[in-house]
């Protein structure tokens, strides 16, 4: 079958903005209190009409409350190129892949039947201060992706991310 870009089939992103508490597990990695509003940017992708991928993006409130994060339209560059405009550009990013069933939203959102497995990405950007600028929750079909890494061996490095025993 052919990959959607042989296809040619263009691609679009229906962009959600605004302010809520993130989930626990969100806020743990934000470093900031539960309950504590932050700045999303929830994302629907699609190659033509058929979606491919959920995400949404967390960003600490104080660090995008007033800027164009907070808006539908960011600008050239995205959130990544305003958040350097504010002196956080995030310098490392970190990243845990799973896979599991979808839940109810997401087999909605992306069309699949609710036996089928996603991949989960959860990625944490961070400055060169250490601080957590964004914390973005993907979620992908698994029969549409083939994930890849490439990544330098120049020494092992701590992750955000609780290790269990």
Do not use: C
Request: net charge negative; no cysteine.
């Amino acid at each position: 079958m052919p990959s959607f870009a042989q296809q040619a089939w263009t691609p679009r992103t229906d962009v959600e903005v605004g302010r809520a508490a993130p989930p626990g597990s969100i806020a743990r990695l934000l470093n900031i209190t539960e309950g504590t509003e932050a700045v999303y940017r929830k994302r629907h992708m699609f190659a033509g009409d058929w979606p491919v991928q959920v995400a949404a993006s967390w960003i600490p409130a104080d660090l995008a409350d007033g800027t164009r994060i907070a808006e539908r339209d960011t600008g050239p560059g995205g959130i990544y190129s305003r958040l350097a405009d504010l002196g956080h550009a995030p310098a490392e990013f970190t990243e845990e892949v799973g896979g599991r069933v979808p839940d109810d939203e997401e087999v909605n959102a992306l069309r699949i039947d609710p036996d089928h497995r996603v991949y989960t990405i959860t990625r944490v950007a961070s400055d060169r201060a250490d601080r957590v600028v964004e914390v973005n929750s993907i979620v992908l079909p698994s029969h549409q992706w083939t994930l890849a890494y490439t990544w330098q061996a120049d020494g092992p490095h701590d992750a955000p991310f609780p290790r269990e025993p």
